[in-house]
């Protein structure tokens, strides 16, 4: 194949996140599976293929434009997520610049809410819909043999008038099994981190899709059902990781990785006939555990749970149509407590309906539970989800904001979209995440507790890191 392929991932507008974006760099910085997905399969079938991360080697817009010149790629493919849309738009204008004749192509889940709206922008020649390897390939195919780009299945394209047009949607990919593990080898692993994960690390995936309909969600765009690898799959990406790179600990990054129960207990029972030993956590919901898999996992070398707690108040639960309970809550972090696991618990403050009673009581919850870390975010509702139409309904949101923001019609400074409780400002929700996380983190007690399981010089370093966080915070 005369085509190389350059897959690109930008800075991100952080507007979004509870932390400031030297405080978020401390916390986390993390490969994207989606390029590494995209560049095992297309170097499978034969393509060449780089990925360029500017976010984790913090390049500038100069060194970023030299470093897309050197790869002398004929196609540009650019990810994205919603917030971080704006970057890259900024990104194929440096693609454009580096490289005149390259096609760029975006991809990532805010394509597939704004279709049209994202071909605002001369910049971008084509966007890719849902799973993204499949519909790729069938672009450089169609390079390579000259033919027409128009109606590739999973598109949006410009017909012969310069219009966007939506093409038929592409099937989701139902067999994962058959896509071909994740080129880490091409991500600059060196420039990865996060608090209190220890190194070398890796990160996977095990689903796709979610079949939940929580209102914040913007999970949508993958439909509503999940897909999975098998148990066999998974052991052997671990397996990997482990023997070829030296990994010590693996995050598994599925929103829900306890969907299945059969397939999560055959998991564990190979890695456990392998004899593989790593650390790894998961992301789960309160209803999906119980003794029986909590133990299975404990045996695989799973020492961290990760779950979604949203409120203290059982209403706004209902409102954001999660589905659980507090008893379900407090049961669920008890016994993964009595087991020894390490706990995070996930919040979300100034939400429809909140108050100060409603907010006083997930500050108290977050206290109560037998929580190693919290997590506090405000409200943002997202695009094609359940939330944001509700906000428009009620007219607290006036304009259909992402669509603006997609074509480029918001101004850059302007603060994402939140739902004000009655006679709060913006300002006070700036105080209400604060708040929640001195009273949480702050408590004599906790901060005794977390240094006397102190075991090792990073534990302690990591503790420090997070005080550091929280001084940001208070600036």
């Not at 995050?251 to 790593?278: A, N, P, Q, W, Y």
């Not at 809550?329 to 087991?339: D, H, P, Q, S």
């Not at 706990?343 to 919850?365: Q, S, V």
């Amino acid at each position: 194949m005369k085509n190389k392929v350059l897959l690109v991932k930008y800075f991100e507008d952080l507007n979004i996140r509870p932390f400031p974006p030297k405080a978020e760099k401390m916390l986390q910085i993390y490969p994207s599976l989606g390029l590494g997905y995209l560049a095992s399969y297309l170097r499978e079938k034969g393509v060449p293929v780089e990925i360029l991360d500017i976010y984790a080697m913090n390049l500038s817009p100069e060194a970023a434009k030299e470093e897309m010149r050197k790869s002398m790629a004929t196609v540009v493919g650019i990810t994205t997520t919603t917030i971080g849309w704006l970057g890259a738009v900024e990104c194929a204008r440096l693609a454009r610049e580096a490289l005149p004749a390259a096609l760029i192509v975006v991809g990532g889940p805010h394509l597939s809410l704004y279709p049209k709206e994202c071909l605002s922008f001369p910049e971008i020649d084509m966007g890719v819909l849902g799973d993204g390897e499949e519909t790729l390939m069938e672009i450089i195919t169609r390079l390579e043999e000259e033919w027409p780009l128009a109606k590739i299945k999973g598109t949006v394209y410009r017909d012969e008038n310069g219009n966007p047009v939506v093409a038929e949607r592409r099937p989701f990919i139902e067999d994962l099994d058959s896509l071909p593990f994740p080129a880490v080898d091409l991500f600059p692993m060196e420039r990865y981190q996060c608090l209190t994960i220890e190194k070398p690390f890796f990160t996977m995936t095990t689903t796709r899709g979610c079949p939940y309909k929580c209102a914040f969600c913007t999970q949508v765009h993958c439909g509503n059902k999940a897909r999975f690898r098998s148990a066999e799959s998974l052991a052997e990406e671990v397996e990997m990781y482990i023997k070829k790179y030296g990994a010590r600990e693996i995050i598994m990054f599925d929103e829900t990785f306890t969907l299945k129960k059969s397939r999560v207990l055959e998991f564990c029972r190979i890695i456990k006939e392998r004899g593989l030993k790593f650390r790894f956590n998961i992301r789960t919901r309160v209803d999906l555990i119980d003794e029986e898999i909590l133990e299975a996992l404990k045996e695989a070398g799973c020492y961290g749970l990760h779950m979604g707690i949203e409120s203290g108040s059982e209403e706004i639960l209902r409102i954001m149509q999660k589905g659980i309970t507090l008893k379900q809550v407090k049961k669920a972090f008890e016994t993964a407590r009595g087991l020894g696991f390490m706990t995070r618990g996930y919040f979300m403050l100034a939400y429809l309906d909140e108050n100060d009673e409603t907010y006083n009581k997930t500050l108290r919850l977050a206290r109560e539970l037998p929580l190693d870390w919290a997590s506090f975010s405000i409200t943002t509702p997202l695009p094609g989800t359940a939330l944001y139409s509700q906000a428009m309904e009620r007219g607290i949101i006036k304009e259909d904001f992402w669509r603006e923001y997609t074509m480029g019609k918001i101004a850059p400074d302007r603060p994402f979209p939140h739902i004000l409780p009655e006679g709060k400002s913006e300002e006070d929700l700036s105080q209400m995440l604060s708040k929640a996380y001195f009273s949480f983190y702050l408590r004599p007690g906790y901060m005794l507790d977390r240094l006397l399981r102190v075991r090792s010089f990073n534990q302690l370093k990591d503790l420090w890191n997070g005080l550091k966080i929280m001084l940001m915070l208070k600036d």
